[in-house]
């Protein structure tokens, strides 16, 4: 997967670099492309923003510095040898919200463009320019707002690439964690079976694996059932429909 970054702060995915994802790269299962967005601007400042049309506060980002990043990516040899447009994620709070099931979605994509917005966001003319030239996708990490979209971009870049086929060292452990099914995790235990006078459930160590699957799954359901019944509404009405 190719996944291109533009932002005036591009130093922010530095983090990307480290872990699982900075290995991924070094693999060659994922090649992350970086761009300042400042590198677009050509006026003697750089300017990437403007005061608002019509007046408000704050400050609205320029479309053309975008529209000339995102030419730029669309130049790459990736880009151009595609049958797809790239998805071109523009984290926002008013975008879909991202979930288990939209990173699996998105993990399958050859070519992933992210443009976080900063200030009051973007000049609207460039969203409606853009599904020219790429799949656009709005989307938020959950109903709250940060001061830009770049830390939106780390949380999205890392649910969905731990997704691609080879990222993580045990594929198992992606069948097995919170969201993969609808339900939550069942809680986990190591060494010592005995740990401050608080024991690890006996079934644990019973060896049985039939039924340490068996209570995994009933701990699943009680914890979604407690702890997020949203969730649990929703799966009931899936298994009544036998989709589970
Ligand atoms: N930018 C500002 N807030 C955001 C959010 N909650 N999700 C994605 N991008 C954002």
Redesign the pocket.
Known sequence: MRIDLISIFPEFFDVLDLSLIGKAQREGLLSLHRHQLRDFSFDKHRSVDDTPTGGGAGMVMKPEPWALALEHVLTQPEAAAAEQPPILII???A?EVLTQRAAQELAQAEHLVFA??RFEGIDQRLLDWAPEHFQVRP???????????ES?VVVMVEAITRLIPGVLGNPESLAEESHADGLLEYPVYTKPARWRGLEVPEILLSGDHAKIGAWRAQQQEIRTRKLRSDLWAKHVVAREQNLT
């Open positions: 984290p926002t709070p975008g976080p917005g989307m938020s990490i959950g109903d709250y707002v940060l001061n830009g979209g939106a």
